[in-house]
C-alpha cells in the first residue's frame, strides 16, 4: 500500500459543485501539505499543516479550505469549483524531526471542472 | 524571495547520450535542493538532495547532481540517457522558514529517443 493516499484520482464536475479531496497516510509525519499543479507553472502550495490545531495558507489559497481531522487524514475542499480549479493536486508530508528532509507524495487527483 | 527556474521546458537527448536538466535557484543564506521526478499519471519521486558538503550528488536510477553556488545552479545529469527516462524533471528549494514546504520549478519534460 502506498504511504500517502488520494481519493479520488479522478473526477469531473460542474461549476458550483462542492468538491472535497482526501489524503491519508501511514508515515506517521506531522506535516501535511496540498499543491496543486498546472502545466507550465511547476507545484503551488495551497495549504498546509503542522497538526491537527495548525492549518496555515499557501501562495494559492483563495476558494479552497482544508480540515485536519488527524495526524493522518488532511482533506482539501472545493466550496463551489470553478472551471479554472481544473488540475492535479497532490498531497504530501514530511517528517519534522529531518529538517533537511524531502516531501512525500500522493498519486495525485485529477479534477477536472466543467 | 525565494525561487526556482528550470530554464527548458523540454530536453531531447538520444538514449546512450549524456543528459543534462537546468535549474537555477535563487535564496538567502544555505539551500536545501531537490530533485523529483514525474511519471505519467503517477505522483512525484523523490531523486536525490543537497543538504551541505560533496557538490557532486547522486541519486536514485543512476541520476546525480551539480551544486554550484557561484552559479547558484543545481544541474540534474546522467552519463547515458534511457528511454525510460523519458518523464517531468522538476527542481525544489526547500522554503527557509522551517516549514518543511518546497518551492518548485516549473518542470522540464525530458525526451529520450531510440
Known amino acids: 500500500d502506498a504511504d500517502v493516499t488520494q481519493t479520488p484520482r479522478n473526477r469531473i464536475t460542474k461549476t458550483g459543485k462542492r468538491i472535497m479531496l482526501e489524503c491519508s497516510q501511514t508515515?506517521?509525519?506531522?506535516?501535511m501539505y496540498w499543491y496543486r499543479q498546472d502545466p507550465g507553472l511547476g507545484l503551488r502550495l495551497i495549504y498546509y499543516?503542522?497538526?491537527?490545531?495548525?492549518?496555515n495558507k499557501g501562495e494559492i489559497s483563495d476558494g479552497y479550505s482544508v480540515s485536519r481531522q488527524a495526524q493522518a487524514k488532511f482533506s482539501l475542499s472545493l466550496e463551489s469549483a470553478i472551471p479554472n480549479q481544473t488540475a492535479l493536486y497532490f498531497c504530501?508530508?514530511?517528517?519534522?524531526?529531518?529538517?533537511?528532509?524531502?516531501?512525500?507524495f500522493g498519486e495525485g487527483s485529477r479534477l477536472t471542472v466543467l | 524571495a525565494q525561487s526556482v527556474a528550470q530554464p527548458e521546458d523540454q530536453v531531447n537527448v538520444a538514449e546512450g547520450n549524456p543528459l543534462t536538466v537546468k535549474c537555477t535557484y535563487s535564496?538567502?543564506?544555505?539551500?536545501?535542493l531537490f530533485w523529483y521526478v514525474q511519471y505519467p499519471n503517477r505522483g512525484l519521486q523523490f531523486l536525490l538532495k543537497?543538504?551541505?558538503?560533496?557538490?557532486l550528488v547522486k541519486g536514485s536510477y543512476g541520476f546525480e547532481a551539480e551544486f554550484n553556488k557561484s552559479q547558484t545552479s543545481f544541474h540534474l545529469k546522467k552519463p547515458s540517457a534511457l528511454v525510460s527516462d523519458s518523464a517531468l524533471y522538476f527542481c525544489?528549494?526547500?522554503?527557509?522558514?522551517?516549514?518543511?514546504?518546497?518551492?518548485f520549478g516549473q518542470g522540464t519534460t525530458l525526451q529520450v529517443k531510440p
Open positions: 504530501a508530508t514530511s517528517d519534522p524531526n529531518d529538517p533537511a528532509g524531502e516531501l512525500f
Open positions: 508515515k506517521g509525519h506531522d506535516r
Open positions: 499543516s503542522f497538526d491537527v490545531k495548525d492549518i
Open positions: 535564496v538567502s543564506g544555505n539551500p536545501y
Open positions: 543537497y543538504i551541505t558538503g560533496d557538490n
Open positions: 525544489a528549494v526547500r522554503d527557509i522558514s522551517n516549514t518543511g514546504k518546497l518551492i
